[in-house]
Nanobody
Framework: QVQLVESGGGLVQAGGSLGLSCVASGPTSSIWDMGWFRQVPGQEREFLATIRRRDGTTTYANAVKGRFTISRDNAKNAVYLRANSLKPEDTAVYYC?????????????????WGQGTQVTVSS
């Protein structure tokens, strides 16, 4: 069973930046894509970004394109999210996720493995 552990959330002022990390453990060779989602209470989990472990191909949601950057370090089984120019509406619990080959990358239900989530709060 793949396990994901996020770190790096916290409180930041609007316009500031934050870095999130996620480390995978277990049978990580089965992981094809790793991504980041976020969720606000009462709303569905929102896709942010994903990266393909094999070749680094990235996909971003329009809401964060140009502000957020996803990267990976396969040697550490890690994926990172750098969030710049943060806005109060970026406040949410941020989740790391991983999935196998062949499933559409922006759909949360296609990800089999999830971290516990880390809170990001952006103050105005």
């Amino acid at each position: 069973q793949v396990q994901l552990v996020e770190s790096g959330g916290g409180l930041v002022q609007a316009g500031g930046s934050l870095g999130l990390s996620c480390v995978a453990s277990g049978p990580t060779s089965s992981i094809w894509d790793m991504g980041w989602f976020r969720q606000v209470p009462g709303q569905e989990r929102e896709f942010l970004a994903t990266i393909r472990r094999r070749d680094g191909t990235t996909t971003y949601a329009n809401a964060v394109k140009g502000r957020f950057t996803i990267s990976r370090d396969n040697a550490k089984n890690a994926v990172y999210l750098r969030a710049n120019s943060l806005k109060p509406e970026d406040t949410a619990v941020y989740y790391c996720a991983a999935k196998d080959w062949g499933l559409e990358v922006t759909t949360a239900a296609n990800y089999a493995y999830w971290g516990q989530g880390t809170q990001v709060t952006v103050s105005s």
